[in-house]
């Protein structure tokens, strides 16, 4: 058997398997990533000083700095506090927060989008606090977070890329282990490429036409 | 219990002062590069030669849906079987002005189209050159729209700048790749480079915003 195999047809289908390990990390960053995200909203637009300072940080560390280092902050410190060494969970747990912090600052802009005279008229109607986000402010500010959030899931499934570095395999690092076999990275970049072009592009274009519907419905 | 060992990092603390200067040099370079391309992509995706505008909408939406990681594994190990070798470092710089350039392309596209046309038509009729109508009309008002878009895409710039250490290019995360193989202390060594990058996004971010106090304060309106 030779040592460098061709690229061919079954090194193709290879890397677009892999693409569900892209697709699932995707998935449970993005689903931690709405809860989280939506308790650091709440705490950002809260009425007390505390909740909004912790909010504020969590933010600002997880947007000032490189996702590179979020995930291995979080590879190493697992270790630390002694787990074993798991990439899987190490992506997933970094991801997670990563989007947390990303989808709070951006669902904190739709909150305050909503009019102030929504929640006051709520609050002059008896509404305590739960009930007047509940049924209130929320779900007008869904309606404005859904084309931002969109746009959010595709630079979360790019994220998802740099998992590779820590040895988790996802279309990324299943490119680089075909590309050791094969030995042409040409083909195998383009492709592996080509399958994240196709995961993200169709969101992209939906996330732009939303916006757009959007602002021509808000526009007068 | 773990016990922390910062000892051997800051031992090693010039090793990443000098990374977190190559950083900011590899982002400051990338940036105006790639600054000069995306003013000459938005020109040409306003100038109404169809071609044109489909070459550059396929170049933005390729970049703007692929990973940074695997264009710079394109640009790095493929590019090669093309004949165009590079070295790390200049495979990072090209890598970074490629990508800057499409999400730069459209802030600077949306500054130009923030101009009325009104304002154009009243440079033509005053005689001004098409080069002119551009420089004076277009593009330094366009400038002060997108210039908020363009600061925080330039701290994207840097933050994404740290992937380079992918394909052992210099730059302050390779720097911290080191240190940590001669020190074995992981935890610490990321820790303290996170700070870092922290302190380079905080800073700039207040740089920007006393630029722009200074350099755009003229009045906006009529």
């Known amino acids: 058997m030779p040592l460098i195999r061709p690229f061919g047809i079954n090194e193709f289908w290879i890397i ?58 979080v590879f190493f410190g697992m270790n630390i506090l002694g ?27 739709c909150i305050e989008a909503v009019p102030p005279g929504q929640r006051e008229a709520a609050t002059a109607l008896g ?35 740099l998992a590779a570095i ?6 990324t690092r299943q490119g680089q282990i075909i590309n050791n076999a094969t030995f042409s990275p040409f083909m195998v970049f ?16 939906l996330a732009r036409r939303m916006e757009l519907r959007f602002s021509r419905a808000t526009a007068r | 219990m773990y016990a922390f060992n910062f000892e051997p990092v800051f031992a090693g603390f010039d090793q990443l002062l000098l990374g977190a200067w190559l950083t900011i040099q590899l982002s400051v370079a990338a940036m105006i590069i790639g600054l000069i391309v995306s003013i000459a992509c ?23 849906n692929t990973p940074f990681l695997v264009q710079i594994f394109f640009i790095f190990f493929g590019l090669p079987s093309l004949g ?60 002060r729209t997108v210039y908020p878009s363009l600061t925080s895409q330039f701290i994207y ?6 992937v380079v250490s992918a394909i052992s290019a210099d730059d302050l995360a390779a720097a911290g790749n080191n240190l940590q193989s001669q020190t074995f202390a992981s935890f610490e060594v990321y820790i303290v480079i996170t700070i870092m990058y922290l302190v380079m996004s905080v800073g700039f971010s207040t740089i920007f915003s006393m630029i722009e106090k200074a350099a755009f304060k003229y009045p906006l309106s009529r």
């Open chain 1, 16 to 73: 677009v398997l892999a693409a569900q390990w892209t697709i699932a990390l995707s998935a449970i960053a993005f689903a931690g990533g709405g809860i989280g995200g939506l308790l650091i909203a709440l705490l950002r637009v809260s009425d007390a000083k505390l909740p909004r300072l912790i909010a504020t940080g969590f933010i600002r560390v997880f947007q000032g700095t490189p996702l590179l280092m979020q995930l291995f902050l």
């Open chain 1, 83 to 109: 787990f074993a060494i798991n990439p899987w969970l190490a992506a997933t747990v970094a991801l997670t927060l990563h989007a947390s912090a990303f989808l709070g600052e951006i669902w904190r802009g």
């Open chain 1, 127 to 161: 509404l305590r606090y739960y009930n007047r986000m509940r049924y209130i402010v929320l779900p007008q500010a869904l309606k404005i977070a859904v084309a931002p959030t969109v746009g959010f899931l595709v630079q979360l499934i790019k994220g998802t890329s």
């Open chain 1, 166 to 171: 820590i040895g988790f395999t996802e279309l």
């Open chain 1, 190 to 205: 383009g492709t592996v490429a080509a399958v994240y072009f196709v995961l993200c592009w169709p969101l992209s274009v």
């Open chain 2, 42 to 64: 938005a020109a040409g995706k306003t100038s109404g030669i169809a071609p044109l505008r489909w070459v550059i909408d396929a170049y933005i939406e390729i970049i703007r």
């Open chain 2, 84 to 143: 165009i070798f590079l070295t790390p470092n200049s495979a990072a710089l090209v890598a970074l002005v490629v990508n800057f350039g499409a999400y730069g392309t459209e802030i600077i596209r949306a500054g130009i189209e923030s101009i009325q046309k009104g304002q154009i038509e009243a440079g033509t009729a005053l005689g001004l050159s098409k080069l002119q109508v551009f420089r004076y009309i277009i593009m330094k008002p366009a400038l």
């Open chain 2, 157 to 162: 710039l840097m933050l994404t700048s740290s």
